[in-house]
């Protein structure tokens, strides 16, 4: 099995805005997030989700619930 390597040169700043911007418009863009979040290792989600907790003062673990529950 591959294992993916995670990037080291991301920016979590990017990420969070790449992120709400899936979430936007009619339906969400679950390639996107799939895209990011599963070639990010768990200290790069960390900083990620604090960079979007900063930016657009949400929750993003609460908002990924919320996008991705088929509601």
Do not use: V
């Amino acid at each position: 099995m591959a294992t993916l390597l995670a990037p080291e040169d991301f920016s979590p700043d990017e990420d969070a805005m790449a992120l709400n911007k899936a979430f936007e418009g009619w339906g969400t863009d679950e390639k996107a997030i799939i895209c990011i979040l599963g070639h990010r290792n768990a200290d790069q989600r960390k900083q990620i989700r604090l960079a979007y907790q900063e930016i657009y003062l949400e929750d993003l673990n609460k908002k990924l619930k919320s996008e991705l529950s088929g509601d």
